[in-house]
């Protein structure tokens, strides 16, 4: 790693450590851009694993970031939905603008999920 990527993560670990966790919003595009996500999720994973964002250019929005509890949120269709009509799963800017989730690639609620995955898991036919 180069020495001004060693202090743009290093600048990205301290604004990560003061920034209070009512203002975190890992979703910011620049983390992505800049390649220094990595500090924020640590912060989330270690303070706050289940996280609310209130406020962001995309509205408000919940970051799961521990692996048990991501199992949990993406096995239990009654409690968590994935409805674009409940906010869908993706940070975008208008969910209903991009189809359904099934046309965005991502996982419907149940009971839908299911025929979709078996649809998209299904082995190809043979040639010919």
């Known amino acids: 790693m180069a020495d001004g990527d060693n202090a743009l993560m290093q600048s990205a670990r301290e604004r990560a450590a003061a920034t209070p966790l009512d203002q975190f919003h890992v979703a910011d595009?620049?983390?992505f851009t800049t390649d220094t996500w990595?500090?924020?999720?640590e912060r989330l994973r270690r303070e706050d694993p289940?996280?609310?964002c209130a406020n962001s250019e995309y509205g408000p929005y919940?970051?799961?970031t521990r692996f048990n509890d991501i199992v949990a949120v993406d096995s239990n269709h009654e409690a968590f939905s994935s409805s674009s009509e409940r906010g869908g799963i993706a940070i975008q800017d208008?969910?209903?603008?991009?189809?359904s989730a099934r046309a965005r690639?991502?996982?419907p609620s149940q009971p839908t999920h299911s025929p979709c995955r078996k649809s998209r898991s299904a082995?190809?036919?043979p040639p010919g």
């Open 105 to 107: 690639g991502g996982q």
């Open 29 to 31: 595009v620049s983390h």
């Open 50 to 52: 289940v996280h609310y």
């Open 123 to 125: 082995p190809p036919p």
């Open 62 to 64: 919940w970051s799961v």
């Open 38 to 41: 990595a500090p924020w999720f």
């Open 94 to 99: 208008n969910p209903t603008s991009f189809g």
